[in-house]
């Protein structure tokens, strides 16, 4: 996490603007998505994974989304939303053991 103490350099930014503007397309967000999820960035990993984990958090902060500031922005938005976007189980009568 980039916390306000963190100096920044114009280098820093111009390549954080750079980043940003090759993945905000529809696909290359789509890329970005699937890059991050096969890193296991999103989930808890085992110790073999976690050199491709760190990768993807690496990458968050290169775009800028680990900053502090964002960070705050992005667990309001978060708490903004449904807490579920899908179906349960009961509304689409389906039976399972899985909680995931």
Same mark, same amino acid.
């Given at each position: 996490?980039? %916390?306000?103490? %963190?100096? &920044? @350099?114009? !280098?820093?930014?111009?390549?954080?603007? /750079?980043?940003?503007?090759?993945?905000?397309?529809?696909?290359?967000?789509? +890329?970005?998505?699937?890059?991050?999820?096969? $890193?296991? %960035?999103?989930? !808890?990993?085992?110790?073999? !994974?976690?050199?491709?984990?760190?990768?993807?958090?690496?990458?968050?902060?290169?775009?800028?989304? $680990?900053?502090?500031?964002?960070?705050? +922005?992005?667990?309001?938005? &978060?708490? @903004?939303?449904?807490? /579920? $976007?899908?179906? %349960?189980?009961? +509304?689409?009568?389906?039976?399972?053991?899985?909680?995931?």
């Amino acid at each position: 996490m980039i %916390t306000n103490h %963190t100096k &920044l @350099s114009n !280098e820093d930014m111009i390549n954080r603007y /750079a980043v940003r503007k090759a993945y905000n397309t529809p696909d290359g967000r789509l +890329e970005l998505i699937r890059l991050l999820t096969d $890193l296991g %960035t999103f989930r !808890e990993v085992n110790h073999e !994974e976690l050199p491709l984990r760190n990768y993807g958090i690496r990458k968050l902060e290169e775009l800028g989304f $680990l900053d502090i500031e964002v960070i705050v +922005e992005v667990v309001n938005f &978060l708490f @903004s939303l449904p807490l /579920a $976007l899908r179906p %349960t189980v009961e +509304e689409t009568g389906e039976v399972t053991d899985d909680l995931l």
